[in-house]
């Protein structure tokens, strides 16, 4: 599977955005999709998951924040962020796999999009 995103961007504090993530391929629906993101100096952490159950698992940091939906009939996966914070700002990556630990971290991915930059000014 090939993972495109977009999305991403500067906003100010407390500002909204949506990354998507557009996935080639038939099997879509059989794939678990995370969204992962990198801070400079940080490790990657996985910021939200959703599983080919709809099953959601999401950092503590965003609960309540954002929103991971996937459209199996149209191959995508989106992250709606809101309240979103200086924090946030890291390069997001959105991920497919197929292993039974997709809430736990990005290490269970197999298949990765480019990354796309969100920055928030305070």
């Known amino acids: 599977v090939q993972l495109q995103a977009s999305g991403g961007g500067l906003v100010q504090a407390g500002g909204s955005l949506r990354l998507s993530c557009a996935a080639s391929g038939r099997t879509f629906s059989s794939y678990n999709m995370g969204w992962c993101r990198q801070a400079p100096g940080k490790e990657r952490e996985l910021v939200a998951a959703i599983s080919r159950a709809y099953s959601r698992y999401y950092t503590d940091s965003v609960k309540g924040r954002f929103i991971i939906s996937r459209d199996n009939a149209q191959n995508t996966v989106n992250l709606h962020m809101n309240s979103l914070q200086p924090e946030d700002t890291a390069v997001y990556y959105c991920?497919?796999?197929?292993?039974?630990?997709?809430?736990?971290?990005?290490?269970?991915?197999?298949?990765w999009g480019q990354g796309t930059l969100v920055t928030v000014s305070s």
């Open positions: 991920a497919a796999g197929e292993g039974r630990n997709w809430y736990r971290g990005c290490g269970d991915y197999d298949y």
